[in-house]
């Protein structure tokens, strides 16, 4: 086929190209009014996204509440807008208006031209808003508001949260998810300036206004949640009036059975008869939104249109690999054209009979074949090409040839860790089409023993995409037992996984009894009287030590971004989220900086790393967080004004004891290593065997983004903990600096990591309520503040800990 580029182009400079050409080149169909983005009775689906959404915006929503009444800067704001001129206040009014207006002209046309489901759905949203409202002012004022007055939003309503503007921006939020994307931009700009609107015409509470839309936000995301999202796809009609203004005439076609996420898919046939596979990333599809596709970007890796590019740049992208890989033999499907709609949706079109690996009956996959399955790969990879997603769908027979489809998620830069990552895919394919014996037999053939015993480490059920994990499940394929016949093949070990210890009762017998004796040993070394701390629970704030609680599982997010900075491999950050979670549980049965590398080894490893790389990616991010905290507190403790006296030479501790324990413990490790030859010698073999493994790791880091999210991963890490510890503190009615609550955590937290005790218990309760007392709070008040702290980050997160760890182990992550 001709790809219309020289024989020697550089595929480094190719795709900037194409997109030359296309830009300029591309044909683009007449546009038609529409309305809204999909035919009636379009598919819909409920998304995680709306869930996310509305949990952010009630978390938003909350915090106004806990803050109110209106703080100093928020007073100094409004003072700033009654600065104003007041003959503007017409302008300001048809501003606010606006948004009552189009809700209205919505709601309306919502009935009239769609089924009820649609208008349901507003006027559901418009009464949970209310709902949100009247009680969000209950919380804030102390009473409850005129329930008459709060509905209609007339003169006397209460001003936080403006109800007014939460009702309908509820309303524009939820039908605007049904329209055309411009429809979608309309409202979202009247909502803006009805915000402003509101400012300016209620300029005491700007607050209240922005509750508000907080509200509506929440309110429209819950309904989508519970009635489903319209898919947004172009109907079938008119993909084929599009088609035919783009020069193809397509007959037969119907949607195609699997949809994957950001694109519509339809099967159809050419006038010769040639089967068509049409691709049509829509403009209007909610798959192609900001949200959902950073949500499938952070969920599953190598899933989606990277964020940033557009519909015509992932169109443009999948046809010119196409074209590459066509040029180096590779069969796939040929190219017939790609172009843009005029209602702006994007169109791949694509020509070719293939059949997938999955409904190749496997009496016909005989050596031969199977052979020319890896050659394809092979040519793929000279080409510098990575698909990044074989799967007994992807791998098929084109024209009867042995090659790939579906290269939208292909990359033109392959690097050793994708090249290793398909081949192990195809491995595993072929075992899912063909068995294990012949799998292992072809693949030795192609790759010879040392190529198939690079690939084991890639053989891991979370390296595979989720459709092949479903493929070898269908056919009672393990994994494991596939790496490990692998490896028998080639007279290789199979690579050890990290052994994970389990949590037995008398683990948690032994935190009980830990537990009790830090309430001794605080009681004791603090000098508590509980009677007081029982008082000071009392009369605490309940609303801001809630919001902390909540707040103090933020640093889980953040502690997962600085795990995506140890190492080079790229993993979807859902599942390194998950990991954080599981981890808080591992704590309860080993010390806490143990349990977090062994679990991380065990999870890198499940993901294809290397035993070495895996040890040193899990070393990485703990010492990463360590040495961030060795310079937090230098520098804060020599040019900052935080002063936190930690006097641990007194009688009563015994912790400077301790830690002259640990040191010498320590140099007795390093002299018994330097002096025991045999140990010596095992540990410098074991160091010649990984240190390629660990200097390609390290290497990695020198990545600016890698660093920037191990080191940003961890700094806000210690921020949000800190953060945290100081609402708790606010709770009791303490303020204490940002800059002191920095100090006293990150100390504690360095010290803690010491001592081998799980998770720093007595420790880190200690030295939290010296810090504590020593910036200023009452030693009951400290233990309070110590007490609802390690609540909420240590005794608290197993619970759900538990569930994401068993999470991991269903899906293979562990």
């Not at 899990?618 to 967080?625: E, P, Q, R, Y």
């Not at 961030?628 to 015994?654: K, M, N, R, W, Y």
């Not at 009951?780 to 991991?808: E, K, N």
Request: aromatic fraction near 8%; charged fraction near 15%.
């Amino acid at each position: 086929m001709a790809t219309g580029l020289p024989p020697d182009v550089d595929t480094g400079k190719a795709l900037d190209v194409v997109l030359a050409k296309f830009d300029s080149t591309l044909p683009r169909t007449r546009a038609r009014i529409r309305f809204y983005s999909s035919p009636a009775g379009g598919p819909t689906s409920r998304r995680v996204t709306d869930g996310l959404i509305a949990a952010i915006s009630l978390l938003g929503l909350g915090l106004l509440v806990v803050a109110y009444p209106p703080g100093q800067f928020e007073r100094a704001l409004g003072r700033l807008l009654v600065t104003f001129p007041d003959f503007l206040d017409p302008v300001w009014q048809f501003f606010f208006d606006a948004i009552a207006i189009w809700a209205l002209i919505l709601l309306v046309v919502a009935v009239v031209t769609r089924p009820r489901r649609v208008g349901l759905q507003a006027v559901a949203a418009c009464v949970v808003a209310a709902v949100l409202s009247i009680v969000s002012t209950r919380l804030a004022v102390g009473h409850w508001p005129d329930i008459g007055q709060s509905i209609t939003g007339l003169s006397g309503a209460a001003s936080f949260p403006v109800a007014r503007i939460a009702e309908a921006g509820a309303i524009v939020l939820t039908v605007g998810t049904q329209l055309v994307r411009g429809l979608q931009r309309a409202g979202r700009w009247i909502l803006a300036i009805g915000f402003v609107g509101s400012l300016l015409l209620y300029p005491g509470t700007p607050g209240g206004s922005l509750a508000a839309i907080l509200a509506a936000i929440a309110a429209a995301a819950g309904v989508r949640l519970a009635f489903g999202t319209s898919l947004g796809r172009p109907g079938v009609g008119d993909v084929a009036a599009a088609l035919a203004e783009l020069g193809v005439s397509a007959v037969q076609l119907e949607s195609a059975q699997r949809q994957p996420s950001g694109v519509f898919e339809l099967d159809g046939r050419s006038e010769s008869g040639v089967p068509l596979l049409v691709k049509v990333y829509g403009r209007d599809a909610y798959d192609t939104q900001l949200v959902a596709s950073l949500w499938r970007r952070l969920t599953y890796a190598g899933t989606g249109t990277p964020p940033g590019f557009s519909r015509m740049q992932a169109v443009q992208t999948e046809a010119l690999i196409t074209l590459l890989a066509a040029r180096t033999g590779v069969a796939t499907r040929g190219l017939v054209t790609a172009g843009a709609t005029g209602r702006g949706d994007a169109v791949l079109v694509l020509s070719g009979p293939t059949r997938p690996l999955a409904e190749l009956d496997p009496d016909i996959l005989d050596r031969e074949l199977l052979r020319r399955f890896w050659q394809a790969l092979e040519s793929l990879h000279d080409a510098r090409i990575a698909h990044g997603g074989i799967d007994t769908y992807t791998a098929a027979l084109v024209d009867d040839a042995p090659g790939f489809v579906d290269l939208g998620h292909a990359t033109l830069t392959a690097t050793l860790e994708q090249v290793m990552s398909d081949r192990a895919q195809l491995l595993a394919s072929i075992a899912a089409a063909a068995g294990v014996d012949a799998s292992i037999e072809a693949g030795l053939e192609a790759l010879g023993p040392d190529g198939v015993t690079a690939v084991l480490p890639y053989i891991q059920p979370a390296a595979l995409g989720g459709r092949l994990r479903q493929a070898l499940k269908d056919r009672k394929v393990d994994v494991d037992e596939l790496r490990a016949a692998a490896a028998e093949a080639v007279g290789a070990e199979p690579p050890e996984l990290v052994k994970l210890r389990r949590v037995t009762r008398g683990t948690l017998v032994q935190l009980a009894l830990l537990v009790l004796a830090v309430l001794a040993i605080v009681k004791f070394a603090g000098n508590i009287d509980f009677s007081a701390v029982k008082e000071d629970l009392s009369n605490a704030s309940w609303a801001w030590l809630v919001f902390a609680v909540f707040f103090a599982q933020l640093p889980r997010l953040t502690q997962a971004v600085s795990t995506l900075g140890s190492i080079a491999m790229k993993l979807a950050f859902g599942p390194v989220y998950v990991l954080q979670l599981a981890t808080a549980y591992l704590n309860l049965a080993l010390p806490s900086s143990l349990a977090r590398m062994t679990v991380f080894i065990r999870f890198f490893q499940r993901q294809g790393l290397p035993p070495a790389a895996s040890v040193t990616a899990g070393a990485i991010d703990s010492l990463a967080g360590n040495f961030l905290q060795v310079i937090l507190v230098v520098l804060l403790a020599l040019f900052s004004s935080a002063e936190v006296s930690l006097d641990l030479a007194g009688p009563d501790s015994g912790a400077l004891h301790l830690l002259w324990i640990v040191i010498g413990l320590g140099v007795a490790v390093v002299l018994t290593v330097v002096l025991v030859g045999r140990l010596r010698n095992a540990i410098v073999n074991r160091v010649r065997v990984w240190w390629p493994q660990v200097r390609e790791s390290l290497n990695a880091l020198r990545q600016s983004n890698k660093l920037v999210l191990l080191i940003g991963g961890n700094l806000a890490t210690e921020i949000l903990f800190a953060s945290a510890l100081g609402l708790i503190a606010r709770g009791f009615g303490y303020h204490i600096p940002i800059t002191a609550l920095i100090l006293i955590n990150a100390s504690t937290s360095l010290f803690s990591s010491l001592i081998p005790v799980p998770g720093g218990i007595g420790v880190v309760e200690f030295g939290l309520e010296v810090g504590l007392t020593s910036a200023g709070m009452a030693p009951s008040a400290a233990a309070a503040t110590v007490l609802i702290y390690r609540l909420s980050t240590f005794y608290l997160p197993p619970i759900w800990g538990f569930f994401a760890f068993r999470w991991l182990q269903r899906n293979s992550y562990l």
